[in-house]
């Protein structure tokens, strides 16, 4: 009878043992695979490519893998947004002599131009600078309300010591775009208003160049261009 009960007592450690060994595999296999999404994540271009928002993985590795692929996927929009904004070539145009004959002299749609591109691109920039920013990045995982396990192994799979580097160049690269463009669009606003104003003083000659009636136009017009 006691050998009976040691070769069952043998039996349910070896049982325990396996169950143990198999919720350890997977676990590994689990982190693994997310480890793998996030890799294939880091290679792509986010101003052109897409993401596959599949979820491969599950549980509590499957609600980080879903909170990377959303933040990533949202990041990569406003991305992609804001680089139809910066090549729309109709935003160039509006201080050539061209548009100063077809809009002028009141300029009511190139007014409304600039103001539509200035609004979309502050938005667009401001998202992607918060967006860039450890506590904005930190903040989506914690509303998951994980284990202390899960929120230190999505902190290390989106900010790491590289990419802490990597985001704050981001964000500095973002914040001097953000300067440059919006010098670029307010000085066309002032340029336009200047017109307006004056839209009884300047004309567009034969050879497609603005004419001005007084130096001081002349001046104040070419220290405006200058700017940009």
Do not use: H, P
Request: charged share 30%; aromatic share 6%; hydrophobic share 35%.
């Amino acid at each position: 009878m006691k050998n009976k009960i040691t070769i069952i007592g043998i039996i349910i450690i070896f049982a325990i043992v396996g169950v143990i060994g198999y919720f350890a595999m997977t676990d590994l296999m689990q982190g693994v695979t997310l480890r793998k999404e996030v890799n294939t994540i880091s290679k792509l271009d986010v101003t052109k490519d897409d993401i596959d928002m599949t979820i491969k993985t599950k549980g509590d590795y499957a609600v980080v893998e879903k909170t990377i692929k959303e933040y990533m996927n949202t990041y990569g929009t406003n991305c992609k947004q804001l680089k139809n904004i910066l090549d729309d070539e109709t935003i160039a145009k509006i201080l050539t002599a061209e548009n100063y004959k077809n809009d002028g002299k009141e300029f009511v749609a190139s007014k409304e131009y600039i103001a539509k591109t200035k609004s979309e691109f502050n938005e667009r920039i401001n998202t992607l600078i918060e967006m860039s920013t450890e506590e904005k990045m930190m903040k989506a995982i914690e509303e998951k309300q994980l284990e202390s396990s899960y929120v230190d192994l999505y902190k290390e799979l989106m900010l790491g010591d590289e990419i802490k580097v990597d985001l704050q160049e981001i964000v500095q690269t973002l914040e001097e775009a953000s300067k440059n463009i919006n010098n670029i669009l307010e000085t066309q606003e002032k340029v336009i208003e200047l017109l307006v104003n004056n839209k009884e003083k300047w004309n567009i000659n034969n050879n497609n160049e603005i004419e001005f009636e007084t130096q001081k136009l002349v001046d104040e017009y070419n220290n405006l261009i200058n700017n940009l």
